[in-house]
Each structure stands twice: as structure tokens, then as C-alpha cells.
């Protein structure tokens, strides 16, 4: 018996995506193995990780990789052993696809640091595909006031973009600089107001300015124009190393400059009397935890924060990828099936 089949896209060589580096191609349908579920793709955000994928700057690890770790889906095939999903669930898959469980890191509550992850898209095949396999540990249940287009972006966009803000130690109340403004950036500015925060946008796009202000910021300028007042945090959503330098100054005393990025161009030498001293702090953010998802979406139901996304038809995913690589999206891109 042949198996059955599914279009799926890969990435054939990583390059400039102006040079298709992806192709969509007839793919087996893949079979789930113990533990996990195949879900029928509804919708897959596309994430600028993608795009790093799909360009190298990412190293391959998985060749011929789908791409996609934003993805909605239906339950359609449990695999042997499976409680905690049903046929005909919604689900989420993210980014973070597997941990090893035993690590230092994964025993101490720090599975994001773990020493042998697996993500969706890179390591394993992702959602620019009909169909897509998940871990059931790693699935999240999708809360219902949101449509798969609304949804998806928060998968990795708003789950990072929420790590990214607890790691940027906002104080209650405080003021938070956001540099650049596209998918991840403006649900967490949301997250932030919602908190209380003033926040102040640095984005050289004027619709993403106008979305911004809508949204409730106190102001929205040039990225690298400092902002109107001294910030508490601010989280580095542009992958810019350039703006490393203009943000670190913008801080207040005591403040920190979270960097939401899996992947940022050379950061230019620092100052350390201008840019670290009085106790400046520059922070990685790294993947995330099963647990930071599970309060994003909470909090993001509650909130409940506006999704702005673009859907594209799945067979377009290249031209999606070609417009985030040239700024033309307005929030967040989105694959729909
Ligand atoms: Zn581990
Ligand atoms: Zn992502």
C-alpha cells in the first residue's frame, strides 16, 4: 500500500528568501508516533524564526525541515499511550517541541535552558504542511475566544514576547520601551498596558506607529530616537544589534534591556559609563517554559489582548516569508489551510 500523501513546504537550501529557498512539495503523511497526536494544520503563524530558518542564519538542523511552530490544528490521530487529547480538539503546537526531562536545567524548573531540546520547525517538521505530529506534553489546550488566525500568532510571538517582559523586569506601574513593532511586540505591549505600564514604541514602520499608539502607548517615534523619558525595561523585538547601544542608554538607572530574539546581528562595542553602569542590565531570553505558555494564554484570554494578523493562503508561504523579510506585514502573518 503507497501511503497517503500531503503538500508540505521545505526549506531545499537556506538563503536569502528573495531566492526561494523553500518549496512546497508532496510529503508522506506523518504517522504519530506513542505519546504524541497528528493534528490536521488550521492555521500556522509565521514567525521571524522562520525566516531565520529559511535564510541560514539559523544552522540547519534537520534538512528539508517544515518550517512553522505556530500552528493550529485539529486532533485527528492519537498514537499509542495518549490521555490528554481527544479527536476533533483544538490545539496548540509551539516552538518548543521536546526536553530531555533529566537535565540540570529541565530538574530545576528551567526547561527553556535545556541541553537537549527539540523545537517545532527546526528540529521537527512544522506547520507549512496539511498535517503535523506534536508531543501531547508539549500541546496546548487554545482558549475559545479567539479564531485560529487570533490564536496562532500567540503560540510563539506571544508566548516569547510575554517571557521576553518577565525578563525585562518591569515594575509595577513602570515605564517600558519596545523597539520594533510587528507580530511578538504588539501583544506584549498589550500585556504590559494591561498591567499598567506606559509604553513607548521605537519603530522606523509608520502603520506599525499608528497600530502602536491605537493601542494605548504613550508615544511612538524612530527606533533610534530616544524616547520621551527614561524607561524602567525594554525588550529589543527587532533583531538589530545596531539598537542594542541607543536602547541601553534610554534605560533609567537599575533598568533592563531584555532581548526577545533567537537570532541578532553583531551588537557595535558598548560604553560602559553610558550604556552598563549604574547597574544596567542586558538579558537574553531564551525559548521558553511549558509554564510561561500556559499563563500567557491565560492571561492573554483574560486580557484578552487584539490580535492583528495578515492571513495568507498556505500555498503563499513564500511570498508571507518575503514580506516579513521586508517589513510589509502589519502584526502578524498567517498561513491559513
Ligand atoms: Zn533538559
Ligand atoms: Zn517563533
Known amino acids: 500500500m503507497t501511503p497517503a ?3 508540505a513546504w521545505v526549506v531545499d537550501r537556506p538563503g536569502p528568501v528573495d531566492g526561494r529557498p523553500q518549496v512546497r512539495r508532496e510529503k508522506e503523511i506523518p504517522e504519530p508516533a506513542p505519546g504524541q497526536v497528528r493534528v490536521r494544520v488550521r492555521a500556522c503563524g509565521v514567525c521571524r524564526t522562520d525566516l531565520h530558518v529559511a535564510e541560514g542564519d539559523l544552522p540547519v538542523h534537520r534538512p528539508q525541515v517544515t518550517p512553522g511552530h505556530e500552528i493550529v490544528g485539529t486532533v485527528e490521530r492519537l498514537g499509542a499511550r495518549v490521555t490528554r487529547w481527544r479527536v476533533g480538539d483544538r490545539i496548540g503546537v509551539p516552538w518548543l517541541a521536546h526536553t530531555c526531562g533529566v537535565c540540570r536545567f529541565c530538574t530545576t524548573g528551567r526547561e527553556n535552558l535545556c541541553l537537549a531540546p527539540r523545537f517545532t520547525g527546526w528540529d ?3 506547520g507549512y504542511a496539511d498535517y503535523a505530529v506534536v508531543d501531547e506534553a508539549y500541546a496546548y489546550a487554545l482558549p475559545e475566544g479567539f479564531g485560529d488566525a487570533e490564536v496562532a500568532p500567540l503560540l510563539c510571538a506571544g508566548i516569547i514576547g510575554y517571557r521576553a517582559l518577565q525578563r525585562a523586569n518591569l515594575p509595577e506601574g513602570g515605564r517600558l520601551g519596545i523597539y520594533g513593532f510587528g507580530g511578538s511586540a504588539h501583544i506584549t505591549a498589550q500585556v504590559a498596558l494591561a ?8 519603530t522606523r514602520a509608520h502603520e506599525a506607529r499608528a497600530l502602536a499608539l491605537e493601542l494605548g502607548a504613550t508615544s511612538a517615534g524612530d527606533a533610534t530616537s530616544p524616547p520621551p523619558e527614561p524607561l524602567d525595561s525594554a525588550i529589543l523585538f527587532a533583531p538589530v544589534g545596531t539598537l542594542v547601544p541607543p ?3 534610554a534605560l533609567d538607572r537599575g533598568g533592563t534591556l531584555a532581548i526577545a530574539g533567537i537570532h541578532l546581528s553583531d551588537v557595535p562595542s558598548l560604553d560602559y559609563q553610558r550604556h ?6 542586558l538579558q537574553s531570553v531564551t525559548a521558553n517554559t511549558r509554564a510561561d505558555g500556559e499563563a500567557f494564554l491565560a492571561e492573554a484570554a483574560r486580557i484578552p489582548v487584539r490580535v492583528a494578523s495578515t492571513p495568507y493562503p498556505m500555498e503563499e508561504a513564500a511570498e508571507a516569508l518575503r514580506d516579513l523579510r521586508h517589513d510589509r506585514v502589519n502584526g502578524a502573518a498567517v498561513l491559513m489551510a
Open 5 to 7: 500523501t500531503m503538500q
Open 124 to 126: 521537527v517538521d512544522g
Open 195 to 202: 498591567r499598567g505600564a506606559r509604553v513607548h514604541v521605537m
Open 247 to 249: 536602547a541601553l542608554a
Open 276 to 281: 552598563l553602569f549604574e547597574e544596567r542590565v
